[in-house]
């Protein structure tokens, strides 16, 4: 509404609101028309592939639900069933479509792009999103008359100019978790586009160097890691934010620990009374380390006592960490320094023999 409002206030011989000095006609109006354009047919077409995705390749979509710990949307018998009676499905069909392979090596895009129902324009628009991965940006110098921002890429630094309709509900500092969609004169967010945190905490680029750090063994490029593997990037901003109440000195922190004896330390965790194995996705456990009288004893620095046994069922919210546990590594996150430091002491306890903390310097 705010952009709607911008483009019938704003007059073609007015300053742009941009802040540029030159006239409107000139500068930022062009870009605004052609992102309202655009957005509009992106969002016609989206019934269409979405529909088509899931009818031609629902029995592919099994696995991806796996690997976004949601093994109910597999279920969906149609696509009417997925959209009226399933919860969050957009953002694990949304990677489906654009980033996973189903047939002959290519994506249920590609594959909509050569058999498709659609127009050569409708499929213009969806060709600039092959080849795009998600992200996580911070938003800077945003005109939200405009929709029109800077975006920052917080694993590669890279900055893009951003014209969407969904910047008007946003603010400056605003860290986003979407996929950019590259167009002749700017970039479009796709389909999934969810504000994550209100401010970049401190320590986080030292976060995101540890969690991408893994898979640059096999993958030197981020982007093509963020293609292959952006489906772990979603996972850890739903399993993980910056609680609130502890304002300015919140700090998200992790580490990632080698593994020697993958199944010894599942059981392991399994077995104490510390950590809680939340879901079981298919190439990846998680546990919650519970919120416990030895774990806040560990945090204060005050001592040690035998932990209750039934945490679980309580109100109050149990996990001060989580640890998420692959063939090979072992990652610790925590929202702070010192819950990292008492989930890490936990784990050690527990399965300490079996884990070496890596060097990520």
């Keep these: 509404m705010g952009i709607s409002r911008a483009y019938i206030e704003t007059g073609r011989n007015d300053p742009c609101p941009c802040g540029s000095g030159k006239k409107y006609k000139k500068?930022?109006?062009p870009l605004l028309e052609e992102s309202l354009s655009i957005d509009s047919l992106k969002f016609s077409v989206y019934y269409k592939i979405a529909y088509h995705t899931f009818t031609n390749y629902k029995e592919f979509f099994k696995d991806t639900a796996g690997k976004f710990e949601r093994k109910d949307l597999a279920s969906a018998e149609s696509f009417e069933d997925l959209v009226r009676n399933k919860k969050e499905w957009e953002e694990?069909?949304?990677?489906?479509?654009?980033?996973?392979?189903?047939?002959?090596?290519?994506?249920?895009?590609?594959?909509?792009?050569?058999?498709?129902?659609?127009?050569?324009?409708?499929?213009?628009?969806?060709?600039?999103?092959?080849?795009?991965?998600?992200s996580l940006y911070e938003v800077k110098d945003l005109v939200k008359e405009l929709g029109k921002a800077k975006f920052v890429d917080l694993f590669s630094e890279k900055e893009y100019s951003v014209f969407d309709e969904n910047l008007a509900s946003i603010e400056n500092g605003m860290v986003i978790f979407c996929r950019l969609v590259p167009y002749d004169h700017f970039y479009s967010a796709g389909y999934v586009f969810l504000p994550w945190l209100v401010r970049k905490p401190d320590g986080f680029e030292e976060?995101?160097?540890r969690f991408i750090e893994p898979f640059k063994r096999d993958n030197p490029s981020t982007e093509e890691i963020l293609r292959i593997y952006g489906y772990r990037l979603y996972l850890f901003i739903k399993n993980f934010t910056v609680p609130e109440g502890e304002g300015e000195d919140a700090d998200i922190a992790s580490s990632i620990y080698r593994v020697s004896d993958y199944n010894k330390v599942i059981s392991l965790l399994q077995l104490s009374p510390y950590f809680y194995k939340e879901r079981t996705p298919s190439d990846q456990e998680i546990f919650v380390c519970l919120k416990n009288p030895r774990s806040e004893l560990i945090i204060n620095n005050?001592?040690?006592?035998?932990?209750?046994?039934?945490?679980?069922?309580?109100?109050e919210e149990p996990g001060i960490g989580i640890v998420?546990?692959?063939k090979n590594y072992l990652e610790v996150l925590a929202p702070t320094k010192k819950r990292l430091e008492a989930v890490e002491a936990l784990l050690k306890e527990v399965a300490g023999e079996h884990i070496t903390l890596e060097d990520m310097r």
């Design 27 to 29: 500068c930022c109006l």
């Design 92 to 134: 694990p069909l949304d990677w489906f479509i654009f980033n996973e392979y189903v047939l002959k090596g290519k994506t249920p895009l590609q594959l909509f792009l050569e058999e498709g129902d659609a127009t050569e324009k409708e499929k213009n628009i969806l060709r600039r999103f092959d080849g795009t991965y998600w």
């Design 207 to 209: 976060v995101l160097d």
């Design 302 to 315: 005050t001592g040690i006592v035998t932990p209750e046994e039934d945490y679980i069922d309580s109100d």
């Design 324 to 326: 998420r546990v692959d």
